[in-house]
């Protein structure tokens, strides 16, 4: 069962992507924030969710943070977010996510993307 | 200068008038609707997975003993009606024979009786051979010999007669033996044939009722599958609004940093005292960029790089 984590500081977006990605057979982990989720990176994560806007640290900090570590360079990760500005999407992308999605999400597109990106 | 400042307070008084409405509405949305929803959501989804994990229960069971025509019970069944009509079978042979051997016995009987007519016949010979021997020794004056021979031959036909008598007795009782035989033999073969149609009617039922049961328990099964199926998208639908209100809340701390950053201006541009200490900071940091936001028609919208 592959693992995913979902970083949102939302404990309403947690629950809703958990119920998604469980209900489609992944096992799911969550953290509330950048540095939560810097902590609760290993090995055995398939991908990241994470959203942009959070306390503490960011999205956008924390896959920066991530990206210098070379054991995370090619972990796929997706921005989930309320935002939609060209710029951030494109900070994101020179970060390297791999994708963007804009709130509110359609489950069963955001289990489409997961499947493709962890496939 | 004085009406500007006026004017500009004002303007303040209202900007924080707002800001207060504004973060009042953000932790009623954040607080009051959340958590209930959320601790509704868990609550469905632990039901959803007890709802799993017994209709995967059931499907082994139905894939199990009773599930098709391979499945145990049905071949338990089967293997019960096979031994039900071996040994119908066997009976059915036994009687059928026992009805042969009944009619040999009758024809036998028969046989019997014939022969004992036969020797009656002879022995009514005897008697006249006996008669005869008489009438000669008579008429020799009394001949010694005829007179032993007439006396011979009428012992003789005494013991036959007598001998005769019992075996047509004997042959009486078996003529009247068979017919209550047969009679036995139709009741017998009566009753194995009734316990045959019986338990072929009995296995049948059983088979039946299995069959109502995998029909049943599949149906069962389905509808589970849909109602379940239809608790998780009434789920994923009641958290959906949920994330439209974090999306709103959002959108309106966003408002909030706006008109907070306006107030900051117009008090440093006009020396007016802003008063945002009885405000409280964002609860929700933006990451900020100078770009225009999107259409929020793009909302749910995938991008993947």
Not at chain 2, 101 to 129: C, F, G, P, Y
Request: aromatic residues 2%; charged residues 25%.
């Amino acid at each position: 069962m592959k693992k995913i984590l979902v970083i949102d500081d939302s404990p309403t977006v947690r629950q809703q992507v958990g119920l998604a990605l469980s209900q489609a057979g992944y096992q799911v982990i969550e953290a509330v924030d950048g540095v939560d989720a810097i902590g609760k990176v290993d090995p055995s994560i398939a991908m990241l969710i994470c959203d942009v806007n959070m306390p503490r640290m960011n999205g956008l900090e924390m896959l920066e943070k991530l990206r210098e570590d070379a054991r995370w360079k090619a972990l796929p990760v997706v921005m989930l977010t309320t935002e939609g500005q060209p710029g951030l999407i494109d900070r994101a992308k020179k970060a390297g996510a791999k994708g963007w999605i804009i709130k509110p999400f359609k489950a069963e597109l955001l289990v489409a993307a997961v499947q493709r990106l962890t496939a | 200068m004085i009406l500007v400042a006026s004017l500009a307070k004002t303007m303040l008084g209202r900007f924080r008038k707002t800001r207060e409405r504004i973060v009042a509405r953000v932790r009623q949305i954040n607080q009051t609707t959340e958590s209930d929803v959320l601790a509704a959501g868990r609550h469905v989804q632990r039901v959803v997975e007890i709802a799993g994990r017994h209709i995967a229960r059931l499907r082994d069971i139905l894939a199990g003993p009773v599930g098709d025509e391979d499945s145990d019970l049905a071949r338990a069944i089967r293997s019960q009606a096979d031994h039900v009509r071996q040994h119908t079978q066997t009976v059915a042979k036994a009687v059928a024979e026992h009805a042969t051997q009944v009619s040999a016995v009758s024809e036998q009987v028969r046989s019997i009786t014939a022969a004992a007519r036969e020797i009656e016949r002879l022995n009514a010979a005897a008697r006249v051979l006996s008669i005869n021997a008489r009438i000669e020794a008579s008429r020799s004056s009394g001949s010694a010999v005829f007179s032993t021979i007439a006396n011979e031959m009428q012992q003789l036909s005494k013991a036959i007669a007598s001998a005769n008598k019992t075996v047509y007795d004997l042959a009486n009782t078996m003529e009247k033996a068979v017919p209550q035989l047969v009679r036995q033999n139709h009741h017998l073969a009566h009753v194995v044939e009734s316990f045959a149609l019986e338990a072929r009617e009995r296995i049948e039922a059983v088979d039946r009722r299995v069959a109502e049961l995998r029909t049943a328990v599949g149906t069962t099964l389905a509808e589970s599958d849909n109602a379940l199926a239809e608790v998780v998208s009434e789920s994923h639908a009641a958290l959906s609004k949920l994330q439209f209100q974090d999306v709103c809340a959002q959108s309106l701390l966003q408002i909030d940093g706006w008109l907070a950053d306006l107030s900051r201006q117009l008090a440093g541009d006009f020396g007016v005292e802003p008063g945002h200490g009885d405000i409280p900071p964002e609860v929700h940091p933006t990451v900020t960029n100078d770009d225009v936001e999107v259409n929020r028609t793009e909302a749910g919208e995938v991008m993947l790089f």
